[in-house]
């Protein structure tokens, strides 16, 4: 099983986007989803992670007040909407569940789809 990242595309410096992350299992509900992006040469970096009952979220430092995730358990889905997008967001950005750990490591989740390209130009 793994979660299907989708939403991406180009936009402007300012600009929002929202991304969904679908789940095709049957445990989604109980799961944290984390949320990561790569950019080009660089090594996937933490965003942010939410809670099974959306309690809790934690985000890393470069997105906090900019970056918000959501998540509907009805629909299996988690959401990152991205707001006052830099340039220096532009990534590929990737979905997964969280199995316990440090949140910001990559090693502490699993089930990582293909992602999604955000592109946001100057």
């Known amino acids: 099983v793994q979660l299907q990242a989708s939403g991406g595309g180009l936009v402007q410096a300012g600009d929002s986007l929202r991304l969904s992350c679908v789940d095709s299992g049957r445990t989604f509900s109980s799961q944290f989803i984390g949320w990561f992006r790569q950019a080009p040469g660089k090594e996937r970096e933490f965003v942010g992670v939410?809670?099974?009952?959306?309690?809790?979220?934690f985000y890393a430092h470069s997105v906090k007040g900019r970056f918000t995730i959501s998540r509907d358990n009805d629909k299996n889905t988690a959401y990152l909407q991205m707001d006052s997008l830099k340039p220096e967001d532009t990534a590929v950005y990737y979905c997964?569940?969280?199995?316990?750990?440090?949140?910001?490591?990559?090693?502490?989740?699993?089930?990582w789809g293909q992602g999604t390209q955000v592109t946001v130009s100057s």
């Open positions: 939410i809670n099974w009952s959306s309690s809790y979220t």
């Open positions: 997964a569940r969280y199995l316990g750990g440090s949140y910001v490591n990559t090693n502490s989740y699993d089930n």
